[in-house]
């Protein structure tokens, strides 16, 4: 990233680029619920509320597929296991269906714990943190409350748009 793009994202306000409102979903909820629901809006994760409505986790998409393979791999065993990489769209030829969980609740399969910061970050600030967590989705709260969501592509996007004063000087 040159000088000039660092400077943009450090100018940046991160709600300019959030995703508001956040897309969530109740942690007692079916993870096939779940992905249903983040079919339907068209986004890669959903922020987890608890019973009195805090955030105590994130879902994800990459959190869905862990969770299904990891389940396949202990109900197939390790050999059947490594044929499923030719079978996840249909039938193996051992005769195993591969089938989504519609028991696993997303308490179950969720990350927990959200990361957030205040609305007032700048889009280089949420870009370090989430370089720092090694994650993908930062929270943004304002007066306590969450108010938006910054995600990896939300950075890449501004970034590649060239937000902030290196825009106007290309």
Not at 98 to 118: C, H, N, P, Q, Y
Request: hydrophobic share 45%.
């Amino acid at each position: 990233m040159s000088d000039l793009e660092k400077a943009a994202v450090d100018q940046v306000l991160a709600r300019e680029v959030m995703t508001c409102p956040v897309k969530a979903v109740r942690d007692n909820a079916s993870v096939v619920d779940a992905a249903r629901r983040m079919t339907a809006h068209r986004v890669g994760a959903l922020a987890v509320l608890d019973a009195r409505g805090r955030g105590v986790g994130v879902l994800s998409a990459t959190d869905i597929v862990t969770y299904e393979m990891t389940r396949a791999r202990r109900e197939l065993g390790p050999g059947r296991y490594a044929k499923l990489g030719s079978a996840a769209l249909g039938k193996e030829p051992g005769g195993f269906v591969f089938r989504w969980s519609s028991e696993a609740k997303v308490r179950d399969v969720m990350t927990r714990g959200i990361v957030t910061a205040l609305s007032t970050a700048t889009l280089g600030e949420v870009a370090w943190l989430m370089s720092q967590k090694r994650i993908h989705r930062v929270f943004l709260s304002q007066a306590g409350r969450i108010i938006g969501l910054v995600s990896s592509f939300d950075v890449a996007r501004a970034v590649g748009r060239g937000w902030g004063p290196a825009r106007s000087l290309r």
